[in-house]
């Protein structure tokens, strides 16, 4: 079987991959291991917030993404909602660091607003009074179900045409004259012009040599999910002190050094705990997250198990927000996303001109994978055509 491009990995990164090929006429195969897709790209909140990267391409790539997913929701029927993240403060060094990321964000053209307690209170009634001094609000950010998202995507690349093998690991990826051959658990052979590997946090089958000296870290994350709470309706993507404390947007401003970290609890940051909520149409609200680290050759150090100390630390700290009984919590599950260390945002090797590495976006995938695969795309095939807009 002869390709274009094979994609290795149907996660949000992939499949991102496998839409731009199909856009520019390439014809494309994804292969997953999985019988779909069932890592990082299922398993998170399905926030895009370009809102929490720096002012650098990565934030330029959640900008198309968002207006991507919002293409998609009107004109494929994808379940995304344009509701807006709102990021809230609760201490005045808190704020102070929202004040200033609003000049710079409306200096770069990326439209929000300053929120007063009492117009946050009112746009969120279920909010802690006692919680919030302020807020940042970003009205033009989106959110997803991430499952629904992925069933969604694949099912309109199989209608451009692109070939989804499910249930398919690739065992061998071997660069030839002017091609990639691809090798199957199952014994098939696929080839192709060019092969993309976005293989997320599994390292168990392909390259060990190259991943040896990787500069990558496996990092996991506890999430919790409400039963159905019909009377607290907080739309959007809800982001808290402790989210303005640890994203990159707001660390480089000036009053982000003076934070008083003593006005924290260091059982949170040591778990790299903060607060993030989004509920779903059901009326359920997902709560997260925590944040362990291990190099990816020591991946064995993160316990597959949900560790209820970190689930009652995100809980009593949510409490403090959001109000709610704990019995209200319905489910409960881990997920893990690999991650570079290096200031690049993702890891990247090419072998040849056939097979490019492409894996490590860290906690910024679904927001920014869109924008990454069109450059990549058009970068790895040497394309004029792919614009930037969506
Ligand atoms: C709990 C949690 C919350 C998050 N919240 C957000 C959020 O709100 N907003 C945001 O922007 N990002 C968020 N993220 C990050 C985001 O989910 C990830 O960045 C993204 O999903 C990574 O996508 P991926 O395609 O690289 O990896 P994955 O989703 O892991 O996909 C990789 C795929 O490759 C397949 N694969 C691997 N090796 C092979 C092989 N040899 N053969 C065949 N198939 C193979 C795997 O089966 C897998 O399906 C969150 C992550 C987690 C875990």
Redesign the pocket.
């Known amino acids: 079987m002869n390709y274009d491009l094979a994609v ?7 499949s991102f991959h496998a839409y731009h090929a199909a856009k520019a006429g390439l014809k494309t195969i994804i ?4 019988p779909k ?5 299922v ?7 370009p809102s929490g990267f720096d002012l650098n391409r990565w934030h330029h790539y959640g900008r198309y993404s968002t207006e991507l997913y919002k293409q998609f929701g009107r004109d494929h029927g994808f379940d995304v909602f344009e509701n807006g993240s709102t990021y809230i403060a609760s201490t005045m060094g808190e704020l102070a660091v929202l004040e200033e990321a609003y000049q710079r964000f409306l200096e770069s053209g990326y439209e929000c607003e300053l929120w007063s307690k009492s117009k946050l209170i009112n746009r969120y009634p279920a909010v802690d009074v006692n919680y919030p001094v302020g807020a940042l609000h970003f009205p033009q950010e989106v959110s997803v179900i991430p499952g629904n998202l992925m069933n969604q995507l694949h099912g309109m690349l199989e209608e451009m045409g692109v070939e989804v093998l499910t249930n ?3 065992v061998r990826c071997d660069a030839e004259a002017d091609s990639a051959l691809i090798l199957t658990a199952g014994g098939m052979r696929i080839s192709a012009s060019k092969a993309i590997i ?5 390292f168990e ?2 390259y060990p040599e190259i991943f040896a000296n990787a500069p990558l870290e496996l990092v996991k ?1 506890q ?1 919790l999910q409400t039963h159905p709470i019909q009377k607290a309706r907080i739309p959007g993507n809800i982001l808290t002190g402790l989210s303005v404390r640890r994203y990159e947007s707001f660390k480089g401003c000036h009053a982000h050094a003076l934070l008083d970290p003593s006005e924290v609890n260091t059982d949170l940051t040591d778990n790299g705990i903060h607060i993030l909520f989004k509920q779903n149409p059901d009326g359920s609200v997902v709560i ?2 925590s944040h362990h680290y291990a190099d990816i050759h020591r991946r064995d150090q993160l316990d597959f198990a949900e560790n209820g100390y970190v689930n009652d630390l995100i809980l009593n700290e949510a409490n403090r927000i959001i109000p709610f009984p704990k019995s209200k919590i319905a489910r409960a599950w881990s ?3 690999s991650q570079t260390t290096s200031e690049e945002g993702i890891f990247e090797f090419n072998i040849e001109n056939q097979i490019y590495i492409s ?1 490590g ?9 869109a924008g990454y695969a069109a450059e990549n795309i058009k970068r790895i095939f040497a394309l004029e055509k792919i614009s930037m807009k969506a």
Do not use: H, P
């Not at 290795?8 to 992939?14: A, K, N, S």
């Open positions: 290795v990995g149907g996660g949000i990164l992939g292969i997953e291991k999985s897709a069932m890592g990082a790209s398993r998170n909140f399905g926030q895009v917030v398919t690991a690739v976005c293989n997320g946090s599994d089958f392909l994350l999430m997260g997250d997920g893990y996303y894996t976006i860290g906690g910024k995938g679904m927001t920014a994978s």
